[in-house]
């Protein structure tokens, strides 16, 4: 079997001879490549897998010719064919151009390789170890709940390798990553129902441990939802634990400061840049260099160095999330948040780690504060409406509050709608703690999955529930 | 390449099995941002899934039992070089593995003849993309207060050859065009967002889908949220795609073997009420050009049709070739097409306050997809009316919530059907007494 000649470990050199030929014919060139590798080990009370991904990569090469971009990708990473694809589509995005158009920054010239350390690399632990974890996690799991009907151990991780370069940058990043989630599911003859819980974090298997602590609560939360009745509908107070704030985050505001939806009129924030969003004790953050966590880079995939940007700074919408194709348009400084699910996409822009920050009052405090609402733990999913500014965001677990006590009482599953403005308007405490699981992605409307985080702190506000 | 990976994996001693699929895929991908291009991609991969066996004999009791352990990795040309490493680590992970023993699928008597690639997206390069660009420009412009937000165009095609050591050979050619876009108005808050698939060019019927875009954009101007309480709901558009997931998720064979389901064939999987319309749902791979067609699944299972549910009561699972060896039921391949008997209604029957109650009829979702354990759905409503004594009158905002088994079990089917991506079956859906939040 004949060996390739184009390796990922040479792949910088290449590239950069070919964004040279290429501006040869258009005014900007710039060139991507990712290659990801990992492991995913699960055992149920069913059945166990080990999956080890071998290497996947490609490349994508992106032409600007004044006023679009062509680009070409491609895992055929056969030098010639490359260069042909690439020269071949240059040519026809200089043919397309109409007139002068616009120019790209290339930005600052910088030559670097970054890496998050792992002290146990993904790539070095043993497969069986991964397994032997899998099976640690589900038979806790499985022994904590007469009820289990299935218990499942998960644990992966990622390895993921990216290349930028342009006339200016010539950038590489590794950036490994490990999961571990569990997830059971409780029977009582008549009604079945499923939880699940877990970690991801940036770096090695250093970081394992989570589950096994928490197998037994999530067990006993299994089993207080098969008698769990719906919610009433109405509005309530709440206490959002941090999976939910984080979730209010991302959907709240993070889908709605993408500045792509700006340019295509798709989003309201562009309105309110400077203007109060939230109450005047809000700040949220996307932050892809936040250490430890699993949506952490470097620089993103139009070659943007990482930095935190303050979206909304104590209730005033400040900053959105700029991808390079929105950022020249609209005339704002750029944010590291150009992203691509993979060589074979476009690059959006994109959360990252996305935040609320922690406040002043102890989550205590928040609860003790509530005569009578619900305390919102173990959030499923949530959808953004950036130009209506509506909200979806559901769960599993609505706990009753009644006198600034948790009671018995529980209901699921439980949905949150509403207006952003008024959610976030309406947030009266927030908590000092802080905690983001880092499991799960984002897609863009309905596709484009990246990996993102979320979390904050403890949050009390008002809302609509059902 | 295939040639070459499939003589080593038969030379391979310590596999029991293997089977290996290459995919080769080409996308054409067009971006336009309001009126712009902001641009156009091509995409060309090709790539190999390896997946293996390894039998083992396990001591169970006072005898003997065969297991299976199987891993599986995806290889390129790119990691070509890498092959014999990566076999060795995917052989290694599987035989650390013990489950109950399969193996791969036999060659079957015949695969259905599907047509499912339409040479009207594979040859043309990116002039139907072009084509519909302009087309939606036109569309849109078309639109009085109204103008185009984005759009994207994704035109797919892939062909797969399929081999395995139990000697099936079987080839499939696909093609899918996939489109999105946002008509916005001049309306702060207004916008409607639309997506879809379809295997044909021919079978997008872009300007009407823009013009229903558009009206819904006008309805929702003036629409507040509907009313608090329990109410009949009638069910249309993007929430087909979803209702009836719950029950096929109850049909699935990696379901019941994983224990997630109660569900036992012949046993009822919701109670009908008076006056419900019968529910007998199918799984059908084999309709033609849908989306959810296929001649051979993953695992190398010919495309069927078989009936899954016969008035609410589930009589078989559908299942892939590894699931219907552990339940020892036939194989019907991964999950296809949804079909759903129609009902004998009339839609403006369906569409009928009664009682002095105001009836819901929504259609637009901000995400609408039961809890395929539970059955429960909740969802945020972006577009319906509510048809009350006094008229009708748009309503957007606030949630609908229920649970599938009863609301399927109270269910009027309308006598129309329609086909979406995935579902053909009633147009119109009408549930009793449903939880709405609004005001």
């Not at chain 1, 040279?20 to 900007?28: D, W």
């Not at chain 2, 995917?90 to 036999?106: G, H, I, R, W």
């Not at chain 2, 998720?249 to 019941?256: D, E, F, G, R």
């Not at chain 2, 036939?330 to 403006?348: C, F, I, R, Y």
Request: proline content about 5%.
């Amino acid at each position: 079997m004949a060996d390739k000649k184009l390796r990922f470990e040479g792949l910088k050199d290449f590239l950069a001879g070919i964004v040279e030929e290429a501006e040869k014919v258009v005014p900007y060139a710039s060139a991507f490549a990712m290659r990801r590798q990992g492991v995913r080990a699960s055992v149920s009370s069913t059945q166990s897998a080990v999956v080890p991904e071998a290497p996947w990569m490609g490349l994508t090469v992106s032409l600007w010719n004044g006023e679009q971009f062509f680009e070409y990708s491609s895992n055929h990473l056969d030098p010639e064919s490359v260069r042909g694809g690439v020269m071949r589509l240059a040519a026809e995005a200089a043919a397309a151009r109409a007139g002068e158009g616009r120019d790209l920054d290339p930005g600052p010239a910088l030559e670097k390789h970054f890496e998050i350390s792992a002290a146990r690399d993904p790539l070095a632990a043993k497969l069986k170890d991964k397994l032997d974890y899998a099976r640690q996690m589900q038979e806790k799991l499985a022994g904590a709940s007469p009820k289990a009907r299935n218990a499942a151990g998960i644990c992966s991780d990622l390895v993921t390798e990216e290349v930028y370069v342009n006339r200016a940058k010539r950038l590489s990043q590794r950036l490994p990553r490990v999961e571990e989630a569990m997830q059971i599911t409780v029977a009582d003859g008549t009604r079945t129902t499923q939880l699940w819980d877990g970690q991801s974090r940036a770096g090695g298997w250093e970081n394992r441990g989570y589950c096994l602590e928490k197998a037994a609560g999530l067990a006993a939360d299994a089993e207080r939802l098969l008698s769990a009745p719906r919610m009433e509908p109405g509005f309530h107070d709440v206490v959002a634990d941090p999976s939910w704030s984080g979730m209010l985050a991302h959907e709240a505001f993070g889908h709605g400061t993408e500045t792509d939806m700006y340019l295509k009129d798709r989003a309201k924030g562009r309105e309110y840049m400077d203007k109060p969003v939230a109450s005047a004790i809000t700040t949220l953050f996307d932050d892809p260099t936040l250490p430890g966590q699993s949506g952490t880079f470097f620089f993103d995939h139009e070659g943007a160095l990482a930095a935190p940007t303050k979206v909304i700074d104590r209730g005033i919408l400040r900053r959105g999330m700029t991808d390079l194709y929105s950022a020249t348009f609209l005339g704002y400084e750029r944010s590291a948040n150009g992203r691509r699910e993979s060589w074979e996409r476009k690059a959006y822009a994109r959360m990252t780690n996305t935040f609320f920050a922690p406040g002043a009052s102890d989550p205590g405090e928040l609860i003790a504060s509530v005569e009578d609402g619900f305390y919102l733990r173990y959030p499923s999913n949530g959808m953004e409406d950036p130009k209506g500014w509506g909200i979806q965001c559901e769960g599993l677990w609505a706990q009753r509050i009644r006198g600034g006590r948790l009671t018995d009482e529980v209901v699921s599953p439980v949905i949150m709608t509403g207006f952003v403005p008024d959610s976030l308007q309406s947030i009266s405490l927030v908590g000092n703690d802080f905690r983001i699981d880092g499991l799960g992605g984002c897609g863009k409307g309905h596709k484009e999955y990246v990996k993102v985080t979320l979390g904050g702190p403890h949050l009390r506000f008002r809302a609509r529930l059902a | 390449m295939l040639i070459p990976i499939t003589d080593r994996l038969h030379a391979e001693e310590g596999i029991s099995g293997w089977q290996v699929r290459e995919i080769r895929k080409k996308s054409l991908q067009w971006f336009l941002n309001k009126e712009r291009t902001e641009s156009r991609r091509q995409v060309d991969s090709r790539t190999f899934e390896v997946e293996v066996l390894v039998n083992h004999v396990e001591k169970r009791g006072g005898g003997k039992e065969r297991a299976t352990g199987s891993s599986r990795f995806v290889t390129d040309e790119a990691s070509f070089g890498r092959f014999e490493e990566d076999l060795r680590s995917a052989v290694f992970a599987a035989s650390l593995v013990k489950n109950q023993a399969y193996s791969m699928t036999d060659p079957g008597p015949w695969v259905p003849n599907l047509s499912l690639a339409d040479p009207a997206l594979g040859a043309s390069g990116f002039a139907p993309l072009a084509a519909l660009s302009d087309r939606i420009r036109q569309a849109a412009g078309r639109e009085a207060g109204m103008r185009l937000g984005a759009a994207e165009f994704f035109a797919d095609t892939v062909q797969v050859r399929h081999v395995n050591s139990q000697g099936l050979q079987a080839a499939q050619e696909t093609s899918l065009l996939s489109w999105e876009f946002a008509l916005v108005s001049d309306d702060p808050s207004g916008e409607v967002f639309r997506t879809g698939k379809r295997r044909r060019l021919s079978d997008f019927d872009l300007e009407g889908d823009l013009a229903a875009a558009a009206e819904s954009l006008r309805r929702r101007a003036s629409a507040g949220p509907p009313a608090t309480g329990r109410f009949d709901v009638v069910f249309s558009g993007e929430a087909l795609d979803h209702l009836f997931d719950f029950f096929a998720a109850q049909a699935s064979a990696a379901a019941k073997y994983n224990r997630l389901t109660l569900s036992e064939p012949g046993k009822p999987l919701l109670q009908a009420g008076p006056g419900a319309s019968a529910f007998h749902l199918w799984h059908d791979a084999t309709l033609p050009w849908a989306v959810g067609s296929y001649r051979v699944d993953p695992s190398g299972v010919p495309g069927c049709r078989r009936m899954l549910v016969e008035d609410g009561v589930l009589r078989a699972y559908w299942a892939n070739s590894r699931y219907a060896q552990y339940l020892g039921i036939p194989a019907t391949g991964e999950l296809g097409n949804l079909v759903v008997a129609p009902g004998k209604h009339g839609d403006s029957g369906l569409l009928e306050a009664a009682g002095g109650r105001p009836l819901y009829h929504l259609f637009e979702f901000s995400y609408f997809e039961p809890n395929p354990v539970t059955g429960e759905f909740s969802a945020e409503i972006r577009g319906g009316e509510e048809i009350g004594p006094g008229g009708r009158r748009p309503v957007k905002g606030g949630s609908v919530s229920g649970n599938s088994a009863q609301a399927i079990g109270s269910a009027k089917f309308s006598a129309s059907t329609v086909q979406r991506e995935r579902y053909q079956g009633p147009g119109l859906v009408r549930c009793e007494n449903l939880t709405l939040a609004g005001d």
